[in-house]
């Protein structure tokens, strides 16, 4: 795992300010505090920090190919890069290093742009080909490794693995995106391509950017999507062995390394199939690490506690406070835009754990995405039974109706809060799952933004960006769609992005067997009722880990890293949120109706409603704020 930085003149080859590369790269330290190195050239610099994995004593980079006219920088692993120097060296090619990072550069010269279709790992890299005078860029097929790009007034292009590197440039636009502010407070998290910045982009999951210098503009294309076409596993039985070979021969390949390895254990059900599955790859008891919290309502410690005893792991737990928010100003830098998943925090904990030990961890990510394992699936499903049955024209004013009228009930039992149901069933099937996923609805939005600020939204809502992936997911079954809608969304956009920057922040590398790409497509060919059975989720993967995980950890209602909002909120962090309301930070950005950010305060601490979720959004968006405010200046005194 490591930290990429450039800088890029596609108009002709002028000086490349190395103080400035200096910067970018090195604002990227804690991706890479190993080792340091850039390339500069004519219109060309390219800025490295490593953390070294694999060849530690030899793969440092810029790495070059034989002849020094390809280099390349690199975040991440190529898995089967072995298969790859076998076919390369057959191929004529010569390789120096024991390095996965060399292939790249090699399958250049071999493969050109399609190369990366033969990458089965995590990466983001940036490699420049001084013959061609071409620049290719490129993420890997789930989004793992993040790649953030600029163009600037005077044409060069900036990019780099976090925005922290490309806000060291004094000339990049601080500018906020009106549409980004709508989608984060919809999703919690600002969804690819945009970035909170109007001037920067994420390059996509699965997308390259190449650029020949002399022509006016990059080619940005996708080379692999999921595709959930047609389904044909349909036997439980193939389906169950299936599995587990895949994921047998995913997790053998995420064991390679130099340096000590272990994993995260929860005891759900996706880090105990990693670990089991690791332990019976070893002849070593696996180092597991947990995070605990003093509150039993969520607290899973015991849960991996079995999990670790069953296996004799190396076991490592951490306790929490409950009332544990001291990374909440940390957040912020750690991110670099509004993140909204206060599940952040423990994952920082686990990762800072995880590291005092080992350098890379195996996780249980992908997991719910590949296999439907989130309970918002069967609800989507059973909902879209009566959607179907029913034409949009009987259901929209019946339903909508019934959900305009229908008190909300926050503090009610939960077969009583049907408001929200009767407002997605008068919805068609794309916008109601938004609703479902949307932190804070379009009401509440409405509510929150000023008059002014929605009209520079000119009529856009978030929901747009769900919309556009629906119609490229090629499919009728409403499982496969929502579990696409997740993989173009959620997994790229909030889950991997939390891992990432949490491990990285800690100079952790971790790796995530159940999104092997091999395994996902297999995944894509399942039959949906082997994923979703009723109301039971990931239905083939329990079945098949029976024998490697106990039956109540597999069948337990799940809970995942939640942490107490509403109570915080209406107790040590209730004077942050006043001062947040009465302050002049949101209030000078033009984006917010501050009226109605204290009627939420007032309304949240009142006890009768909770406005939690709402609440962090805007407390992580002052946050970023205030970090954004104090980059700026350093920027300014660095320049």
């Given amino acids: 795992m490591c930290g990429l930085a450039g800088i890029f003149d596609p108009r002709g080859r002028r000086d490349i300010d190395r103080g400035l590369l200096a910067r970018m790269t ?23 920090r490593r953390l070294a994995i694999i060849d530690v004593s030899g793969g440092w980079q810029p790495l070059y190919n034989e002849t020094g006219s390809v280099a390349v920088v690199f975040n991440g692993e190529i898995y089967n890069y072995q298969d790859l120097v076998t076919e390369l060296e057959q191929a004529g090619h010569v390789f120096r290093t024991h390095s996965d990072t060399e292939v790249i550069v090699h399958a250049w010269e071999q493969w050109g742009p399609s190369s990366v279709e033969r990458f089965r790992g995590m990466f983001a890299f940036a490699l420049w080909d001084e013959q061609a005078e071409t620049l290719f860029i490129a993420r890997d097929q789930m989004g793992k490794k993040p790649l953030y790009y600029a163009r600037l007034d005077d044409g060069h ?19 906020l995106d009106p549409l980004a502010v709508e989608d984060y407070f919809a999703y919690g998290y600002v969804p690819d391509p945009r970035s909170i910045y109007r001037a920067i982009s994420k390059l996509p999951a699965a997308h390259r950017l190449l650029w020949r210098r002399g022509t006016p503009q990059p080619v940005i294309d996708a ?4 595709e959930f076409r047609d389904p044909d596993i349909h036997d439980l039985e193939d389906a169950k062995s299936g599995l587990i070979s895949r994921l047998t021969e995913a997790t053998r390949m995420r064991l390679m390394s130099e340096v000590p390895l272990g994993a995260f254990l ?25 995070i605990a919290f003093g509150d039993r309502d969520y607290d899973e410690s015991a849960y991996a506690r079995r999990m670790a005893e069953r ?60 296999f439907a394992g989130y309970r918002r699936y ?36 939960r077969w009583m809060r049907a408001k929200t149901t009767f407002q997605e069933l008068a919805l068609d099937s794309c916008d109601a799952y938004f609703r479902a996923v949307s932190v804070i609805n379009d ?90 059975s009723g109301n039971e989720g990931k239905l083939v993967l329990k079945r098949a880990v029976e024998p490697m995980v106990d039956h109540d950890l597999l069948y337990r209602p799940k809970k995942g890293f939640s942490m107490p909002l509403a109570r915080w909120f209406r107790g040590p962090l209730l ?22 950010i204290s009627a939420l305060v007032r309304h949240h601490a009142s006890g009768r409603w909770d406005h939690s979720a709402a609440l962090w959004l805007l407390l992580m968006f002052d946050s970023f704020l205030k970090q954004s405010t104090e980059v700026a200046t350093a920027g300014l005194q660095n320049a």
């Fill in 26 to 48: 090195d604002a990227l330290a804690h991706r890479g505090p190993d080792g340091r190195g850039e390339h500069v050239g004519p219109g060309i610099g390219l800025g490295h």
């Fill in 157 to 175: 292009l900036v990019f780099g693995s976090e925005l922290k590197a490309l806000l060291q440039h004094p000339g990049l636009s601080r500018d």
């Fill in 223 to 226: 080379y692999w999507d999921l």
């Fill in 266 to 290: 929860s005891g759900g059900v996706d880090s105990s199939a990693i670990v089991a599955t690791m332990a019976g790859l070893s002849d070593q008891a696996v180092k597991t690490f947990s």
């Fill in 311 to 370: 296996y004799q792991t190396d076991h490592h737990t951490r306790e929490v406070s409950p009332d544990d928010f001291t990374l909440l100003d940390k957040l912020a830098a750690i991110y670099d835009e509004p993140f909204g998943d206060s599940s952040a925090m423990p994952t920082y904990r686990v990762c800072a754990l995880a590291r005092e030990r080992v350098t890379v961890a195996l996780s249980g990510d992908g997991g719910d995405e590949l």
């Fill in 378 to 413: 069967a609800l989507h499903a059973g909902a879209e039974k009566v959607r179907r049955a029913l034409p949009l024209g009987v259901r929209s004013p019946l339903f909508g109706t019934l959900g305009r009228v229908y008190p909300k009930a926050d503090w009610a039992p």
């Fill in 443 to 532: 009401e509440l939005r409405a509510q929150l933004f000023h008059p002014s600020f929605r009209r520079k939204l000119q009529g856009y809502n978030a929901v747009e960006v769900m919309r556009g992936h629906m119609r490229r997911a090629d499919t009728d079954d409403v499982v496969l769609q929502t579990q696409y809608l997740d993989w173009k969304t959620w997994l790229p956009g909030g889950i991997l992005v939390k891992v990432d920057r949490a491990a990285m922040a800690n100079s952790l590398e971790v790796r995530a067997p159940l999104l092997d790409v091999r395994l996902a497509e297999w995944s894509a060919r399942l039959d949906p009722g082997l994923k979703l």
């Fill in 575 to 596: 004077p942050r949120l006043e001062a947040m309301a009465t302050g002049a930070r949101l209030a000078e950005t033009g984006i917010f109706d501050m009226d109605a």
